[in-house]
T-cell receptor
Framework: DARVTQTPRHKVTEMGQEVTMRCQPI?????VFWYRQTMMQGLELLAY????????DSGMPKDRFSAEMPDATLATLKIQPSEPRDSAVYFC????????????????FGPGTRLTVL | RKEVEQDPGPFNVPEGATVAFNCTYS??????FFWYRQDCRKEPKLLMS???SGNEDGRFTAQLNRASQYISLLIRDSKLSDSATYLC????????????FGTGTRLLVSP
């Protein structure tokens, strides 16, 4: 049963500290998404990768957030420096676009990283 | 105005009841529509896609009204296990699946 994995599952940190969240997409999937979920805003798309290349990071605060895919099995989301307003659940999702074109029909979500910034 | 709007609920219904949720979207160019289900403190999971002709999956029926820009989900014969938050999801046809999520409608099914 292939699944998206995320680490850590929970993170409590102090304001100003660097936070790195990791995601392992489902093997063979070529698209990766990062979302943030809060009670007020719901799920918001932060960034999107296809074949490891960033295609859309318009939802991500550029001054403190960065997203990368060092290889096909690892996606990272980094916040530096972290702020209390970054407290949220961060989800990674992956999907498959055949031949790298068109839209992926289903996104499979990981269990999320619950971040608390004090 | 949010791109996708839903009544947050909660909808409290007894087992066996029929319940319906609606959702409205603002982007008339939207092409793909979905319902996702999210259990408490869990990740969202695809429940069903929504097609213009309407579609049914067991006790669940989804409908799309493009003219009025709303999507509905009907659950018949509610089960305790249906208790969850139901997320209305819309995507523009931009060549990749940029999903826009509603904030969800919470359903509580009681014995």
């Amino acid at each position: 049963d292939a699944r998206v994995t995320q680490t850590p599952r929970h993170k409590v940190t102090e304001m100003g500290q660097e936070v790195t969240m990791r995601c392992q997409p489902i093997l063979g999937h070529n698209t990766v998404f990062w979302y943030r979920q809060t009670m007020m805003q719901g799920l918001e798309l932060l960034a999107y990768f296809r074949n490891r290349a960033p295609l859309d990071d318009s939802g991500m605060p550029k001054d403190r957030f960065s997203a990368e895919m060092p290889d096909a099995t690892l996606a990272t989301l980094k916040i530096q420096p972290s702020e209390p307003r970054d407290s949220a659940v961060y989800f990674c999702a992956s999907g498959l676009v055949p031949d790298g074109r068109g839209a992926t029909d289903t996104q499979y979500f990981g269990p999320g990283t619950r971040l608390t910034v004090l | 105005r949010k791109e996708v709007e839903q009544d947050p609920g909660p909808f409290n219904v007894p087992e066996g009841a029929t319940v319906a949720f609606n959702c409205t979207y603002s982007n008339s160019a939207s092409q793909s529509f979905f319902w996702y289900r999210q259990d408490c403190r869990k990740e969202p999971k695809l429940l069903m896609s929504v097609y213009s002709s309407g579609n049914e999956d067991g006790r669940f029926t989804a409908q799309l009204n493009r003219a009025s820009q709303y999507i509905s989900l009907l659950i018949r014969d509610s089960k305790l296990s249906d208790s969850a938050t139901y997320l209305c999801v819309v995507s523009p046809n931009t060549g990749f699946q940029k999903l826009v999520f509603g904030t969800g409608t919470r359903l509580l099914v009681s014995p």
